[in-house]
């Protein structure tokens, strides 16, 4: 059985493009971390407003909790998880979790947000992700790839870096 995932970034680096993506190769279960947030939560983040530590917590220990399902190709998870202390809490709850941080330049996420309409997380948030986002440490097991060369490169290089094998390609992808 695969080691949990986390794809985290922050809002529009594509954790959860490429976390689907990731899941589909891997046939593990994917699932979004958004989902799993306190309406008060998407309300606040909706208006504008950073979630506190308080506000995340709760939503932590089900992200964690998520992480931990038992499913034969294991679970991916796309969730933001921007600072070592949030990861830390969810290996609280998922010891063997991977967390792979989605890097990618301002100037992309800029132009990616707007084209996501209709999402809670407001493009004015951005900054304050940015100012949160805390890189992966040396002994956190995890990677950091860049997201900024389309869903399929970087669900591949992933799977190349994390050493992992796909279970057939997805109808329409071929290897080549």
């Not at 979004?32 to 506190?52: F, Q, Y």
């Not at 986002?133 to 790839?145: C, H, I, N, R």
Request: aromatic share 4%.
């Amino acid at each position: 059985m695969m080691r949990p995932i986390v794809v985290m970034g922050v809002s529009g680096a594509g954790k959860s493009t490429v976390g689907s993506a990731l899941a589909a190769r891997l046939g593990a279960v994917f699932k979004d971390a958004d989902s799993l947030h306190p309406s008060a939560n998407v309300r606040k983040m909706a208006s504008g407003t950073p979630l506190t530590d308080e506000d995340r917590w709760p939503w932590l220990q089900l992200v964690g909790t998520a992480l931990s399902a038992e499913s034969p190709g294991g679970v991916v998870v796309a969730c933001s998880a921007l600072r070592r202390r949030y990861r830390d809490a969810i290996r609280a709850i998922a010891p063997t979790t991977t967390f792979v941080l989605l890097n990618v330049a301002t100037p992309v996420l800029q132009e990616r947000l707007p084209m996501r309409p209709g999402h809670f997380m407001p493009a004015s948030l951005l900054t304050s992700q940015l100012e949160t986002l805390e890189p992966l440490e040396s002994d956190e097991a995890g990677l950091t790839v860049t997201s900024e060369e389309g869903i399929e490169s970087t669900a591949e290089l992933i799977l190349l870096q994390l050493g992992a094998r796909p279970i057939e390609p997805p109808a329409g992808l071929h290897r080549g």
